[in-house]
């Protein structure tokens, strides 16, 4: 006696499974415009992991950047958009990464270390007090 596909005892775990990975990943990159001239293979992408952390006091970005030398990383930042070019002799790194809020891009402060880059805002006044003369 054959058995049917939809008989199989792991089915249903697997699709559930599968279901919840891609719940997961559909949001991972909500924060990232990933530049359409450089694929995944030449820069950020599939394979490089860019993390946005948010508190009252600061916005802090954390990028991987393997086999790039500190010497060849510029970064700007307008307030609202970090931008991160770096390059090594296999690699370009060209991104634009949307901040969750504005931030004094003056306050920066970025570190790099074993092929981790760390930049560090501080989160831009919201509005500001407006004296009458």
Known sequence: MRRDDRDEPFDDLFREIERMMNEMMNGADRNVDFDSQHGAENGFGMDTHVDIHE???????IADLPGVEKDHIELECDGTVLTISA??????YDER???PTRVNEHTAAATY???VLEVVFEPAEQSSDISLE
């Open 113 to 115: 270390n074993n092929g």
């Open 97 to 99: 990464v949307s901040l």
């Open 87 to 92: 390059g090594s002799d296999r690699r370009q």
């Open 55 to 61: 508190t009252d006091d600061e916005v802090r970005v």
